[in-house]
């Protein structure tokens, strides 16, 4: 995997903290909430192998990713800034999915808050597909990543069990940043 160093690097300098300590917000303002989310989100479909799904002709243009959002959006900017980035050499598109069918087209799904109550459904709708499920709220249970704050601190949990059902690989670097793997 490429960028072990950036991952690391981004995860725990933004991840320290929501807001900064006095000291520290007289050098550099707080990093907003979903700026924070959108970098994870990211740095977690850099360290994710997807099954390889295409042709293994030598000059085959291999596809795009898709980061989608399911619900109402509150990432704004932070998210339109990743579009066209590359991922491992491949383009990445950040689509807003507000129906069930339109799930299974994504590498990986953010499930609001407010869409979070409905996480069996969805998991229903994605299936056996290779679709990395990450949500900020405790009634998306079963998601494949949770993000919370914890304290100043933006964590994530890594189900396993999860991630493995859907066909992913999620590289150690980033269950060593886990708060917990289970």
Known sequence: MKMPGLLIAVLLSLGCGLSTSSHAQAT??????????????YNFMVFT?????????????????????????????????????NVNGRRLS???????????????????????????????????????????????ANAAIMLSVDGNRLVFDVNVQRVKKQGLNLSSKVLQLARSTN
């Open 28 to 41: 550099a303002p707080p990093v907003p909430e979903y700026v924070m989310k959108a970098t994870y989100l």
């Open 94 to 140: 950040v689509q807003r999915v507000n129906h069930l069918p339109g799930v299974k087209k994504c590498h990986l799904l953010f499930v609001t808050e407010r869409e979070a109550p409905n996480m069996q459904s969805i998991q229903g709708a994605i299936g056996d597909a290779p679709v990395l499920t990450v949500a900020d709220s405790p009634l998306a």
């Open 49 to 85: 192998e997807w099954p390889n799904t295409e042709s293994n002709a030598p000059n085959t243009p291999r596809e795009g990713l898709n980061l989608c959002v399911f619900g109402q959006d509150s990432f704004g900017a932070a998210l339109t800034n990743l579009e066209g980035k």
